[in-house]
Structures are given as C-alpha cells and as structure tokens.
C-alpha cells in the first residue's frame, strides 16, 4: 500500500467503520513501535505523575528516579521531570522511600511529549530474620513462602560471600487483588525465544533482602531459592498445571520469562536463581496498540487512563498506561483478539469503552472521543509579570486543588490550566506562579472556585523564593548543596521520631552525598545524631565521635526544618579526623 491516495482511502474506510463496529485494524498512527530494537541515541520527553500507598493516601518525599535524572515527591505525592533524556524504547520510573520497597513502573516512549505514570507502593513489613549459613524459612500472609537455602548469600554490591544475619522483606500478592495492577511493573514481555509478549498474571511476589549493615544481599550464583505462589480464587478451577515463570529486569523495562512454575493444591512452586519481582502468568502475543483520545469537544484528553478488558468486560488484561500530555495513546497489547477498551478520567469515572478486535501487527485504531456532557470541568488563565511589569517568559503557577497539585507553564506571560474536577462543590484553589529566570514568586493567592472558566488576573512574582540547602564547611573549606541543583529529599525514619534528610548532587544523581539522620520530638531544640555520613570528590567520611543537632526551626508538613551542627569527620581511606560543620533548610515532607 504504498500509494498515498490509495493509503488515504483505506484510512477514511477505516474510520467509518470505527463510528459503527468492531474494529480489527492494521494501520498505525505516527507513533514509536512498542518493543523495537535497543538504540543507544536517546530521546527527550518529560514526565510528571504521582505515588500512593495502598489506601491512596500521597507519599511525599520519596525518590523518584528515571532514565539519570531523580527528584523527589512533593507533600501531594507529586512528582515531575522536564525534558530529560530517556531511552527510545523503554520508559522505566523507580520509586524509593523509607518504609515502603522500591518499586518500578514501565512506560512507551513517546519522544516530545510529556507522560504521566502513577504508582502505588507496598508497605515493608516485619519480615523475618536469619542465620545466612544455615537457610531459613519466611512465610507470608498470603500462604506463599520462601525458602532460603544455607550457605546462599552474597553481597549484592560486590559478590562476596556473606555470612551474617539476613532480613527478609516479602509481600505476594495474586490478580484478585484491588491493589494487584497498581504495584505490578508493567505488562510487557519477552518469552524465551525474545518475542514480545503481554502476560497475563496469577500473582506476583516482591523480595528485599539486607545484612546486618543494610546492605542489599542476593543469592550465589549457581544458588536458587523456592518460591511457592497464591492461585487466586477466581481462577481456581482453571488455570494449568505449569505456566511460565516471569522476573522483572528494570534496564530493559520489561519482563524476562526464565522457566516454568508448577501446580501444587493452591500454589505455583518454582526455583528462582536470583531476587528481585517475580510473577507468574500465561502470555500471548503482543504488538502496539495505537489511538488518539480526545474529550467530546474534540481536544486532546491528557493523561487519561486506559485499560483493556476481555470482550465480555469481565477480566482486566494486563496493566492500566494512560495517554501523553496531547492524548496519544500507546501500549501493549494482544494480538489477534477481541477484547474491549476503557477511557477512565482522575476520578476514576468511566468516560467511554469501545469494543475492537486487534490485528496481528501495529494496531492504530482512531480517534475515540470520552467525556460526558456536564463534567465538572475548570479552567483556570491569568497572566504572569516579574517586577519591572515586564511579562514572564520561562516559569509556572502551581496549583492545589481539591488535595492535588498542578502546574500550568507560563507562555509569553500567560497561562491556562484545565481540570476535570471529581467535584461540582465550592472548593479553594491555593495558586503560586514562579519566575524560574529570576528565582522569584508570587503571594500565595487563595480563590473560591467550583467549575467554569476562572480568570485570576494579574500575578506578580516579586517574592524571593525561599531555597532548600545544606551548607558545611570542611576542614576550614565551605560547600555548598542547593535545591533545585541538588535533591533534597526530607522523610521519616524506620524507628518512631526519627527523622532523615538525603541529598543527591546534579552530577551524580544515584549517589547520596549527604545523609542526616536524628531522633527527637517535632519542636526545636538539641537532639542525637544517629546517621551522618557524606562524600566530597570521591572522599567518604563519617562521623567521629557523638554529635547532637540544633533544630531551630520544626515546621509541620509543607513547611522547613532548619538545624546546625558542629564536629568532626573521620575520612575513612585516611583515616584522618577532620573537623566539620553544616547547617540546613528543607522542606518537611513528612
């Protein structure tokens, strides 16, 4: 079909169709293919979504980290990233955070555009402790269990042997479960034979593993482990004796299928060589799922989630994606099936559903049009000047919401920023807008709002923003460690009135050069320091002798924490003792 006018035809074709049927289609929009090639030459995009727990409460101050680039969530769970350099095939966002496990989450790329991902994380629990030389034995709430072989254990970061107590962190969960497709990475895959697949799971099982000093263990290699996996009830009576056996790998954002898991009563048992997200599932053949989804009026539905469900609607397939900043979707998908699509907007509303049948190819499907008229629409423009009543050219207004944050960009001195609210109540918007050029901001306006277009005039950023640092001073040299440069990152601690403030430099994202650990109440005063540890050009140090802090600022969340410090450093491939002296401002995310 290489005739443009012929090509156009069937395009027209097609699109009547898709007004009156079913579709099965074989074109494509012009979008990256799902699963093609490694290429080493890097794209841009930018990227924004928000981290959950289980009961859909925010998660601030956790590390978010994709591609080289990291930040951290804000006091709404929110996170963003503007025009970073990521893989053209595979998206990968990574979550860490006290008290939570790491998770990761995988998206297609689509280059200059900005995507959404969300993600909920999974408590750590007690879990278990034991002797490395002589195995244990953790059981989960679920019925799963593990069991560690003796003698199996090695350092994660350098191989050697490791002898000393493990604790093991564990959660399972099966595909009953509500929370189920919110921790799972993704759906895409490739079976043994590297052939792109979508998996259809049973359960999935999570692993962390720490020494006695934190550090992260894995298993020998040539060493296995059994894992034993929960059937869920609702495919009790017909799933099969054996199905494949799933790891997820993080660099290539996709899953890997290793072997075969087998049937006992309620369980899979299988061998697993290495820990890290394990699952088990059937697969079927995969190819990229293709559309554009705009609102009724025809404009483009931002960030809309999109869910696949079997013909008859009753079982999901696979993990909900959402649509990019201009409405496109892209995804994995079966091929050759018939099955049903779903709009689903912020407030978890169905917004339209579409029965298709894919192809066995690229599957561009159309334009779909969702939304219901009446929806609690806002929109909310205004304009933006620095002091001199000059317009602001590079910057944004942030706004919360009805408990969330948004930011519209500022353009030549305007913005516009439009919400589907799950609400048709008055509420009170707080609104900021950012000069990023000249590091300044406006008053914090509060404004009565419900639905409609809002104008909020004329913003004025004349306010010096206030910037999160760490400022130390080492053996008579000063340094300086500043937000939004470096990341900043404030959380709670392990134990009850511990806190924790990280920093991570712009040259070196993946490593902390700054961690700050303490016990105490949330007022002012002097309290222990129980970790306090930094790197300066490769130099490592940690703390000589016992040092307290001086918190003379506790602000509640949202708010600063300010504290100074003075002692001395141990250079740890010296041995040197160094004296030192920091003080700091962040914001308190929990």
């Keep these: 079909m290489s005739n443009p006018s012929i090509r156009k035809g069937w395009m027209v074709l097609l699109c009547a169709i898709l007004l009156n049927a079913c579709t099965k289609p074989d074109q494509q929009a012009d979008l990256p293919a799902v699963g093609k090639p490694a290429q080493t030459e890097l794209v841009t995009i930018s990227l924004q979504g928000r981290i959950t727990d289980q009961q859909a409460a925010p998660v601030s101050g956790a590390v978010v980290r994709s591609g080289n680039h990291v930040t951290t969530t804000d006091i709404n769970g929110d996170y963003r990233f503007s025009s970073i350099q990521v893989k053209p095939n595979s998206g990968l966002v990574e979550v860490s955070v006290n008290g939570f496990f790491r998770e990761y989450k995988g998206f ?13 994380l999974e408590p750590l629990n007690n879990g278990v402790r034991f002797a490395a030389a002589n195995g244990g034995s953790y059981t989960l709430p679920s019925g799963s269990v593990i069991e560690f072989a003796p003698d199996a254990m090695t350092d994660a970061a350098n191989g050697q042997h490791y002898s000393g107590t493990v604790k093991a962190n564990a959660f399972s969960k099966d595909s009953d479960a509500s929370s189920f497709y919110g921790i799972i990475p993704g759906s895409k895959g490739r079976d043994q034979e590297n052939k792109a697949v979508s998996i259809q799971f049973i359960s999935t099982l999570v692993t962390e593993l720490t020494g006695d000093a934190g550090q992260q263990l894995q298993l020998k290699t040539g060493k296995s482990a059994t894992v034993r996996f929960p059937i869920p009830a609702s495919r009790m009576m017909n799933v099969p004796a054996a199905v494949s056996l799933w790891y997820y790998d993080p660099t290539n954002s996709e899953w890997k299928e290793e072997g075969k898991a087998h049937r006992d009563g309620n369980f899979y048992i299988a061998q697993v060589p290495h820990f890290s997200t394990w699952a088990v599932g059937t697969a079927l053949p995969a190819a990229p799922l293709k559309a554009t989804i705009t609102d009724i009026a025809g404009e483009a539905f931002s960030f809309a989630r999109i869910q696949l469900y079997t013909a008859d609607g009753k079982q999901l397939l696979g993990s909900p994606v959402h649509t990019n900043n201009k409405g496109d979707l892209l995804m994995n998908a079966p091929i050759d099936q018939a099955m049903e699509i779903r709009i689903i907007n912020s407030c978890d509303e169905v917004q339209a559903s579409q029965k298709i049948n894919t192809g066995s190819s690229n599957n561009w499907i159309g334009t779909i049009k969702a939304g219901k008229p009446g929806s609690n629409n806002l929109v909310l423009s205004g304009k933006v000047q620095n002091c001199k009543s000059a317009p602001v050219h590079k910057g944004w207004v942030n706004v919360v919401i009805d408990g969330q944050q948004y930011k519209a960009s500022i353009n030549n001195g305007n913005f516009q920023l439009n919400l589907n609210r799950c609400y048709n109540t008055n509420t009170y918007a707080k609104i900021t807008a950012v000069d990023e050029d000249g590091n300044q901001e406006s008053n914090t306006m509060m404004m009565q709002v419900s639905t409609g277009a809002v104008d909020l005039g004329l913003l004025s950023t004349c306010n010096k923003r206030n910037m999160q640092y760490i400022s130390y001073t080492l053996n008579g040299t000063n340094y300086l460690l500043q937000a939004p440069t470096d990341s ?3 959380a709670k601690g392990n134990s009850d009135r511990t806190y924790v403030i990280n920093c991570y430099k712009a040259n070196d994202p993946t490593t902390i050069a700054f961690s700050l650990s303490f016990s105490g109440n949330e007022n002012p005063g002097e309290y222990p320091v129980t970790t306090l540890k930094f790197s300066q050009n490769k130099t490592q ?18 708010e600063y924490i300010e504290g100074t410090a003075n002692g001395s450093m141990r250079d740890l491939s010296s041995n040197r003792t160094l004296p030192f002296n920091f003080r700091f401002k962040v914001i308190r995310n929990q």
């Design 488 to 490: 900043l990152v404030q």
């Design 541 to 558: 140090l940690t703390s000589a002798g016992t040092w307290l802090v001086k918190i003379t600022q506790f602000g509640k969340v949202g």
């Design 108 to 120: 297609e790329v689509m280059p200059e555009t900005e995507h959404y991902v969300r993600m909920q």
